[in-house]
């Protein structure tokens, strides 16, 4: 795993969307399994950006959706597909029908998963993974325990992942408590992978996770095992102590 410290929040988001921005030079056409939640919306801003500065042809982009909440209606605002939505494909104009769904919303989960996993194979894989750490160390909503070859499925939310979710929707009763999520089986095979960790609160989970054991209890640990993962932490995830650069 290289390591890539940064001063702060903004600084981890703008190297973020220039690491983004490089896999799409490279392949235009390029799967990018993309996360919802708080650390990598700036990123998401800053590729905005960029390619308004600098338009780019992204017709040919394949964003891919981490996960989705179950039990919503379509149009509930708490979807995460609506969030995907209004963070990443209409910024970046990218065509919604490009997008490889994690559908929940009136459709049999078992069926949504089964469609999402064969537009996968079609696609020939993940490029790009783009996540964030949890605070119980889930990547998307493998929630621990979780084994490396945990395949895409519907979980229950774990109280600490509706915590920290709370605040997106106004409070804990707010926070459906089903989810589905795609598998670690499918996260660990991502040809590159970023990992985004932003915040003292995230300290001790990230320590856990790039520096203890790998374990189920710590999903996280599992990018230990992998190659073609960067770590971007800023200096409060990471600690005030930290030499910072770009790896």
């Known amino acids: 795993m290289d390591l890539v410290l940064l001063d702060d929040y903004d600084a981890l988001s703008r190297e973020a969307a220039a690491r983004i921005l490089e896999t799409i030079a490279v392949k235009p056409d390029a799967t990018l399994l993309l996360a919802t939640g708080e650390t990598p919306m700036g990123a998401y801003r800053e590729l905005a950006e960029a390619l308004a500065r600098n338009p780019r042809d992204l017709s040919r982009l394949r964003p891919v959706q981490l996960d989705e909440y179950l039990d919503l209606e379509a149009d509930d605002d708490r979807s ?64 621990p325990p ?15 992942s509706v915590a920290s979710n709370a605040r997106y929707w106004g409070g804990a009763e707010r926070v459906p408590r089903r989810a589905v999520t795609a598998g670690l089986d499918i996260i660990l095979a991502a040809r590159r992978t970023l990992l985004l960790v932003s915040g003292e609160p995230k300290r001790h989970i990230l ?17 230990q095992r992998i190659e073609g993962v960067t770590l971007l932490a800023d200096r409060a995830a990471w600690g005030p102590s930290a030499a910072v650069g770009r790896g």
């Not at 979780?146 to 600490?160: M, N, S, Y």
């Not at 856990?208 to 599992?222: F, I, K, L, M, Q």
């Open 207 to 223: 320590q856990r996770a790039v520096a203890g054991p790998v374990t189920p209890d710590v999903p996280a640990s599992w990018l």
């Open 80 to 143: 995460l597909w609506g969030w995907m939505e209004r963070a990443v494909v209409r910024p970046l104009g990218v065509p919604t029908g490009n997008v490889i769904r994690l559908a929940a919303d009136g459709e049999d989960p078992e069926v949504a998963i089964a469609s999402y996993e064969a537009a996968l194979r079609a696609a020939g894989g993940i490029d790009l993974a783009v996540l964030g750490l949890g605070p119980n160390g889930h990547l998307g909503f493998n929630e």
């Open 146 to 160: 979780a084994p490396a070859d945990a395949p895409t499925r519907t979980v229950t939310l774990t109280p600490e």
